[in-house]
């Protein structure tokens, strides 16, 4: 393989080729965000709507209790985070060449999932029965507010992790309308749940946390009645489970989970400091401001979602371009969707504030003001590091996956806040959050600089990709269509780039035949079945004498190999060209990866 140019360095033909290829992607990665962030928004509206009962209905002791609440909220996140990202991985690796081991990684997964969900709720369970949580608080009313608040929400929890299972599996199948459903359904029971037990019956903090519980049970079941119904591509099979899946789930999952899990112990030491240095006062106003912001970070979490996906299936097909592109969107793209967030919060610190605190003499009005008009600015650099947080994960670039998310999740806050809190109290552990993500993004330049032993002049050198991973620019041809105009000067470009590359005659000419054959089907019966925008983008790699095309779009699921079978049996005079290609290719194979078709033909 020849790198000898930068992708991102390119002028004139080759540079508007490069934006083309980036339409499709760009498409299907701002059409798959909405519901990746649904999921975290949710949970962050249903924590949110939890905080507005405790502090209106239940007291400054229930906010207490919410907050105290919160590493035990990242360390279920953090193991969601791990069971959902190696189990996505593994599929982006196994769906282009063992599609049928999906079915183990899917049947572990659920079994990880159900064996971590019910120690948890027991644990919880435990310590609140025993008391055992005095070591975090034991001043009355506070601790059992605490002990209540626990025993609730641990009746939720095996729901809440096998839930979000579902939910990314669902995801790689295209079912975004039920879980979008689920979601949704998940929202209003917990709204009406909190209104019934906290304010009708009422039965105070336990009932709060109950109602996010039962919520979190109609998320799963909505959810689970796909799979009931055996309309699902994976199934869930005890007898088929290699048991290396679930090693390899935990080994590429854990990096992606590290920011999350030290999070756990970074919310103990800051909370420790706030109430050393501002006092009890400091945490409500704390837990104001992140639920707050906890519906703004499902833009940031959403994006690594969808790039997570898309990094994973970019990886197991070896796709250097995509592998690119995916980046670029997420980051540069991404960061206008950012920066107007900011702006949003910025601009209503005050209103947003008046939802929890109605008296702006009190201390923690003020500080909850502050909290959302400094927070929102971490999301800038935490968007760049959680997507080379999500690339390092994918990829195995082991020791950045792991430095980063440790700095990120603990390491660069904790630092910060033990020298800003005693000075600046609540605005020094916001300036620490902004800090934070300031020693990340140097991680970042630094570990590419380690990589190239250069410091790195654009986006692709700072992924430092492997020299051998994929097809360089000089083995690969890229062409995008839009209408049937563009099909008929297909042939002839890919008949001269296999020559250029070696390849003999007659199979630069089949490959040519090919892929203006499949390409052309797509623009005649796909671009017409619907009224949407399509296109296609086509791909040539010449890998050691041997031709791989790859055909991708947007249209409805269409599996030619389905096609080719019925036309030989009944219908011999339909479809010559879908015939005829299979007749010349030496490989023919189809998936339908997250709503886009995607034949690979091997001649």
């Given amino acids: 393989m020849h790198h000898n140019r930068s992708s991102f360095l390119v002028d004139g033909d080759n540079k508007k080729q490069v934006l083309s290829d980036r339409e499709l992607l760009t498409g299907l990665f701002f059409r798959l965000l909405p519901y990746q962030i649904l999921l975290i928004v949710i949970n962050a509206i249903n924590g949110i709507v939890d905080t507005l009962y405790a502090s209106n209905v239940l007291g400054k002791s229930a906010m207490i209790a919410i907050g105290l609440y919160a590493p035990i909220t990242h360390f279920l996140y953090a193991a969601s985070i791990m069971l959902v990202g190696g ?3 593994l599929y982006g690796r196994y769906i282009a060449v063992k599609r049928e081991s999906v079915n183990s990684v899917f049947t572990i997964d659920i079994i990880l999932s159900v064996i971590l969900s019910i120690v948890t709720s027991l644990i919880m369970i435990i310590t609140a029965v025993t008391g055992a949580t005095r ?33 990314a599996f669902l995801s790689l199948e295209n079912q975004s309308k039920r879980t979008m459903i689920a979601s949704i359904s998940c929202f209003v029971m917990n709204a009406i749940l909190n209104h019934l037990f906290v304010v009708i019956l009422p039965i105070g903090i336990f009932g709060l946390a ?22 699902s591509e994976w199934r869930f099979d005890f007898k088929i489970c290699n048991w290396q899946d679930g090693k390899d789930i935990a080994r590429l999952g854990v990096p992606g989970a590290i920011s999350r899990l030290v999070e756990t112990l970074r919310c103990v030491i800051v909370n420790y400091l706030i109430i050393a240095y501002v006092g009890t006062v400091g945490i409500s106003s704390f837990a104001a401001s992140n639920s707050v912001m906890a519906i703004f970070w499902p833009v940031v979490f959403g994006m690594m979602a969808v790039s997570r996906m898309l990094y994973s299936i970019s990886v197991g097909e070896k796709d ?13 793209k991404g960061m206008l969707v950012i920066f107007a967030v900011i702006a949003f919060i910025v601009l209503f610190a005050k209103p947003l504030t008046f939802l929890f605190y109605q008296d702006p003499q009190d201390p923690v009005f003020g500080m909850t003001v502050m ?5 929102p600015f971490c999301m800038i650099l935490s968007l760049v590091c959680t997507q080379f947080t999500c690339y390092a ?24 806040s033990l020298i800003l809190i005693p000075l600046f109290k609540m605005n020094g552990l916001y300036i620490a959050n902004i800090l934070n993500g300031v020693i990340c993004t140097a991680i970042i330049v630094i570990a590419a600089c380690i990589c190239l032993k250069r410091f790195p002049r654009n986006l ?23 209408d049937m105009d563009e099909v008929v000067s297909i042939s002839e470009k890919i008949v001269d780039f296999c020559k250029d590359h070696g390849i003999d005659q007659r199979r630069s000419f089949l490959a040519g035949l090919s892929m203006e054959e499949m390409a052309g089907n797509v623009v005649a019966h796909g671009f017409t079945k619907d009224n949407k925008k399509h296109s296609i983008d086509l791909r040539v790699v010449c890998d050691d004498k041997e031709i791989i095309l790859r055909c991708r779009d947007n ?5 030619p190999s389905d096609r080719y079978k019925v036309n030989e049996q009944d219908e011999v005079g339909k479809n010559v060209g879908i015939r005829l290609v299979y007749k010349i290719a030496k490989e023919v194979s189809y998936q339908n990866l997250l709503g886009l078709n995607v034949l690979t033909i091997k001649i």
């Fill in 555 to 559: 249209c409805r699921a269409f599996n």
């Fill in 460 to 482: 692709e050198d700072l992924m430092a990709i492997p020299e051998d991973f994929g097809a360089g620019d000089s083995d690969r041809l890229d062409i995008t269509v839009h």
């Fill in 87 to 89: 189990s996505q991985i």
């Fill in 320 to 332: 250097r371009r995509s592998l690119i592109d995916t980046m670029y969107i997420s980051t540069v």
């Fill in 371 to 375: 909290g959302l008009r400094l927070l």
């Fill in 393 to 416: 994960q994918t990829i195995e670039r082991k020791n950045l996956a792991v430095v980063l998310p440790t700095t990120d999740g603990m390491i660069g806050v904790v630092c910060w």
């Fill in 210 to 231: 109950l109602s996010t519980s039962l919520s979190y049970w109609t998320f799963l079941l909505i959810q689970a009645q796909y799979y009931f119904a055996g309309k």
């Fill in 135 to 167: 070591i975090v608080v034991d001043t009355e009313p506070d601790l059992s507010m605490f002990n209540l608040y626990l025993i609730g929400q641990s009746i939720g929890i095996p729901a809440l992790v096998l839930g979000q299972q579902l939910f």
